[in-house]
């Protein structure tokens, strides 16, 4: 530790004390409150506020505090450049305030101390405050707590019964909390963990309390443009959701968080201010999971909800003037695993449509479809939000031009230390201080990794980057693998837009449907001598190659694809969350009987009743014929298979939980 700097300002003898000096104490940087932008001289310090008597025995040796103007032209004889500081502010440490010394000010030298010119003037560098490394090396951690600190503590609402429930021998709720915690009411939009760790958004139509004990939810899902089949033309809003014609019912214990989805004319004029503008969606459009089509709402559009005087409502915000999304072309990235079809032209009429595809180009279907998968309707029908713009007599339809968006990865959030010592020190200090409101929790946290060791910290650190890493090479291994897809994907083949009758025209379009995709090349003679002539069968739609025309040359028509559908969006649970809900019961804790597993002995000869110990089986087969010796290549120091597996078992428990037998 650096030593303190005073000024003398007198000199006295007290009785019992000794010499004594009356002194002005001069602060350093970082004994004083300041911003972290703030900069100062390299070798500066503050004049302060503060008086102290200081025994003369206790005065380590003498240095100059010298005003900025003179600091970097002058130098005093008979000191070294270690023992010579600048001084530019005043700092009142009562009321942490900062103050500029005037140049008129400044204190005088003593006649005894002699300035001469230095031969080189100093250069006036300021370099950044010490807070400041501090606070960028602490940075994730110090926004997490100053996030915790904003986070108004609300008091949690009760459940509340619903009596309009389908089953009377179970009890319905039209408002509930979940652990987290999480109220919901019927209604709500939530967001559920789903495969891969996504999440996917539902919405709540009937909670109930099951004969388990658990608390499941039913109601419709939604899918994100993600989810949906390859659309190359269509757009999108950037939050947008479908309407999924199914439904499903799940615990709520799989409920991660809150969203909600709002139709086009609430989107534009409100928001609930419980949600952050990355958890609302948009929703004009409801998607047929069978036929995989895009089609308008019901005309009430999405279903409504009235509750009970005692369930919370949500506070909305007006907009002063409605805010119009635009549509986008999004970048989808596209899902490997759906690869396109050619239909077999002889296998399936081109008149008719798969149910489990999107229409070809030429169904009756598709004449109202409009870009990719589109919403089929009668002619001139407008969605909701061009409705909604109809009517307010915004001109943004026809004015605004799609906006676009840069494709860029985002970059998920990378975990710190301290994130990874929060997850495990967070249940541990809510057990320890039960009641605790969760700023102080987090706050308690806090305090324990700034008193944690540096061994300790170090190890959390190594967590941390090597679970990065390995977050990084998930990461690229799955840019790869869609740069793959792409690259294997063929390259689409057009004729020349000028040729009449080539692939591209729009009067052939048919044609190539009902020809089986044969493009423009002619029709076989035995077909036109059936009257099926190419100009005349062509001349139907219009614009189409005259008879006796010459096919142009090398033209290759576009194959009709059908896209596979994918599988519907559904919650699967895994075999180890299943046991896990299977094992709990209100008895304990935990799924296991942790008593019966520790206390287990391998006892093969034992004749008494312990029922933790393992027992030769009925008809008197050992345990070590039973076992599929071929597994272990080779049993070691250990005469059985089964005592190998014993050892095995204990190391397991030894590394996994920490836990050691003790003979």
Known sequence: MDPLIYQVERLFERDGCGKTIWARQFFRQRETFHVPTRTFFEKEVMQGDLHSSVPVTKVLGKCIVMPHKDYFKLKPEGFDEKDIYVCEWRYTSKIRNWKKIKPSSFWDYPPYIKMVTRDKPLEATKVASVFKDRIMKH?????????????????????????????????????????????????DHVLVRGEGNRNMVAQIDTMWLGTDGMAYFNGPWFVVPAELPPQSDRKFFKSEAFLSTISDSNPLLS????????????????RPTQYNETDVYVCESLFDEAKRLIRPLP????????????????????????????????????????????????????????????????????????????????????????????????????????????????????????????????????????????????????????????????????????????????????????????ASRPPPQSASPGLPGGPGSPGNQRVRQESGGAGGHPMPPHMQQQGGAPGAMMGMNGGGMPPGYPPPPNLRADPLFHVVPPKPQRLLHSEAYIKYIEGLSKDTKTMCNWDKQLQATNNANSNNNNNNSVQVPRGGQPEDSRLPASWLSGIGEHTTSTEALWALRDFMMHEALGVVRIM
């Open 139 to 187: 940075k994730e951690e110090v926004e997490e707590i100053e996030a915790l600190e904003k986070i108004v503590e609300e008091p949690i609402p009760p459940n509340i019964k619903w009596a309009g429930g389908p089953d009377p021998n179970l009890t319905y709720w039209e408002q509930y909390t979940i652990p987290g915690p999480i109220s919901v009411r019927r209604g």
């Open 299 to 486: 005309p009430g559009g999405l279903k409504k909800y009235n509750h009970s005087d005692h369930v919370q409502a949500d506070e909305v915000y007006i907009f002063p003037e409605p805010r119009i999304p635009e549509k986008e072309c999004l970048n989808i990235p596209q899902n490997p695993n759906v690869r396109p079809v050619i239909p077999n032209s002889s296998m399936m009429d081109m008149n008719e449509d798969s149910m489990d595809a999107p229409p070809s180009l030429g169904s009756v279907e598709s004449m109202n479809v409009s870009g990719g998968i589109g919403t089929p309707g009668p002619p001139g029908a407008m969605t909701p939000s061009q409705a909604f713009l109809a009517s307010a007599g915004n001109s943004t339809m026809s004015t605004a031009s799609p906006s676009t968006k840069k494709d860029t990865e985002k970059r998920k959030k990378t975990v710190t230390a301290y994130i990874l010592f929060s997850m495990d020190q967070r249940r541990i200090t809510m057990e320890e201080n039960p009641g605790v409101k969760f700023g102080e929790i987090s706050r308690t946290i806090a305090v324990k990794w700034k008193n944690l060791s540096d061994p300790d910290k170090q190890m959390y650190q190594d967590r941390a980057r090597k679970y990065n890493e390995e977050k990084e090479r998930e990461e690229q291994e799955k840019r790869r693998l869609a740069e793959l897809a792409a």
């Open 255 to 270: 409920v991660v968080g809150k969203c909600v989805v709002l139709e086009f004319k609430d989107y534009c004029k409100q």
